[in-house]
């Protein structure tokens, strides 16, 4: 059951819930004990103010030795309430008159002060009146105690201490009251707050529920479907478009994947059936003369060539895509790397009388992987050369612009129709697949630009087509300079 996120949500909610409402209700209890202590308070000093008046009346209006005593006495008649007691104490602490010295006017008001003048909490609160003009504090006795109230007041000439108990039974009362209904209220909130908050929980977790039901159908088959977007503007409207576009990243690549693997298959397929072919019909007939053998075999060799070479080129791309090829980067000169492939690539154009130059550059220092550089310096020969009539011409330049090498190699080829140039460096991409193979023996399987660009731009360079009309082609490598030791 913990393992529902709806489950888990209410259990937080109803835990928050509840603690913010026993924090309320605490806050609320502290601010209505402290507002009834306050009126309390105010009430015990007003009652003064209005029993020392008559006090004071009644003084003037008696005579003889108890006048005081008698005034106090007749005061105190006035003012009784069933929850207070007076009590007027001369300046030793002596009581003087209290009402416990005067009868009730009713039976049920003497009783309840009975003793609290004498109780020990009472003794401290008035030693402590003593030493203070106004003294608001608590006595116990009675059921739930008294507030007490002490003044100082002066009569005839003396100093006499009045302290009037109010009893706390009826906030006290007021507070039970309020706690008990604290009580049962938090409870029933709770219970209706979770149940709400579950349902809650559940009604907005129902778009997710249906989102995972709708992901959990979608599989290699049917990879083209999506989760339906019911507001784009919310967050699970944003899940759900992530998820979409996840899955629309996913099916590229998964389209990529099969095109792939069926290019790949597809040009495997040819050299694979020329060698069977081969040897089927070098097998087919009793004896054959050393020079078919040797031609049969000539041909076999020539195709598991072709073969080597389609199934390194597929190596690599795998590895490259896969972010596995390690680069081993060393310092050298570009420039002399150019004459070398230059160098090795003459014995192609001798045959097909084509003239190469490279024309000499300044000295280009970079830290390269030569091998893979050699290899993208070869394709683009290559491909220079095969696709150049006889007696044309394949120039080679290498000069640095800015903070990079620019490295054109030039043919006067008949180029690339214009609407196949974007397409150029697809995998397995041949302009003319025609004529790439019948004119070339051992032609490419269109994997060469893809690696010579991947190879630029392992480097942090780029590969471009920078022309290509029906007067030829110009391919230029755009390679970093880098300040490097061989320099
Ligand atoms: P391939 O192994 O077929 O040469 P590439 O990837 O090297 O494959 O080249 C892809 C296609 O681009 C080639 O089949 C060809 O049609 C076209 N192409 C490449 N270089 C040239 C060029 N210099 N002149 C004309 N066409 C070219």
New binding site residues.
Partial sequence: MLDSVRFRLTLWYTAVLTLVLIVLSLITYFIFWRSTLQRTDVNLSELSEAFLTTLDAEVKDQSGPDSFELAGRVAITEHRFRDHVFAIFDESGKIVVSSQDVPPAAPATGSFAAGALSAHSFQRFLEASSRTERLFGNVKGGEDGYRGFARHFSSDGKTYILVILQSLHPQEEMLEEVTSTFAWVIPIAIVLASVGGYFLARKSLAPVVAMSRQAGRIGAVNLHERLAVQNDKDELGHLARSFNSLLDRLSQSFERQQRFMADASHELRTPVAILRGEAEVALSQQSRSPEEYRESLGVLHQEAERLTHIVEDLFTLTRADAGQYPLQPRDFYLDELVAECVHSARTLVLAKKISLNFEEACESPIQADESLLRRMIL?LLD??I??TAEGGRVTVTCSRAGEEYALSIM?T????PADLQPR?FERF????KAR?RAENDG????????ISRWIAEAHHGRLELTR?DSIG?T?TAYLPARQSSAA
Wanted: zero cysteines.
């Fill in positions: 394709n491909n220079a095969k696709y043919d080829g008949g180029g690339i150029i991409f041949r302009a003319d790439s032609g490419g399987a269109g994997l060469g630009l893809s290509s082609s391919f």
